[in-house]
């Protein structure tokens, strides 16, 4: 990928990607994917990839809203269930 015509574009979206792996945070490197979408022919399996993996955090956030939530059991109920 990184002998395409969007060499130093794919290196600075590899870091910024590999960066917010590292501190676990969500940092937006699409802007660094222009020259990338405007070559997708060469940068085709690339993008892909980044598309299913997008699709697939998209599900696990939905999923995790959807999850029931419950509220943990404060103290004064458990002493009146127990007295």
């Known amino acids: 990928m ?3 015509g ?5 290196t600075a979206w590899q870091n910024c ?3 917010a792996d590292k501190s676990n945070e969500a940092q937006n490197c699409f802007h660094l994917r222009t020259c990338m979408l405007a070559h997708s ?9 980044e598309k299913a993996a997008e ?3 998209v ?3 939905d ?4 999850a029931p939530q419950t509220p943990p ?8 269930n127990s007295g």
Do not use: Q
């Not at 022919?41 to 990839?49: F, K, M, Q, V």
């Not at 999923?63 to 959807?66: C, D």
């Not at 059991?73 to 009146?80: I, K, L, N, Q």
């Open 2 to 4: 990184k002998g395409g």
């Open 6 to 10: 969007c060499r130093d574009s794919f």
């Open 17 to 19: 990607i590999e960066e």
């Open 41 to 49: 022919d060469y940068y085709d399996s690339i993008l892909r990839a």
């Open 55 to 57: 699709e697939e955090v």
């Open 59 to 61: 599900i696990e956030l």
């Open 63 to 66: 999923n995790e809203k959807a």
């Open 73 to 80: 059991v404060s103290s004064s109920v458990e002493e009146e």
